[in-house]
């Protein structure tokens, strides 16, 4: 049988930036944003399997981080 599991690949500052997103989503407890609670879940354990990879959110200069990686993630340059 094949292996049940998909791999993503994301540059540090992709997963710097979806942590960060998914740590405010995460915040919202209003369930009506979800059509079943499964995908809360999944939302919840791919912000732990991110915070088991990164350092940068225990940092002192995380919100300097955040912003260098949205900077680098995003189309339109300000």
Do not use: H
């Not at 989503?25 to 990164?54: A, G, M, P, T, Y």
């Not at 350092?55 to 189309?75: H, L, M, N, Q």
């Amino acid at each position: 049988m094949a292996d049940d599991k998909v791999n993503i690949e994301l540059t540090k500052e992709e997963a710097i930036v979806l942590f960060e997103f998914l740590g405010r989503f995460n915040e919202n407890d209003d369930l009506s944003r979800f059509e079943d609670q499964s995908e809360q879940r999944v939302l919840w354990d791919v912000e732990c399997i991110l915070e088991k990879e990164l350092s940068e959110p225990f940092r002192a200069d995380y919100r300097e981080i955040v912003k260098k990686a949205r900077e680098t993630v995003r189309d339109e340059k300000e």
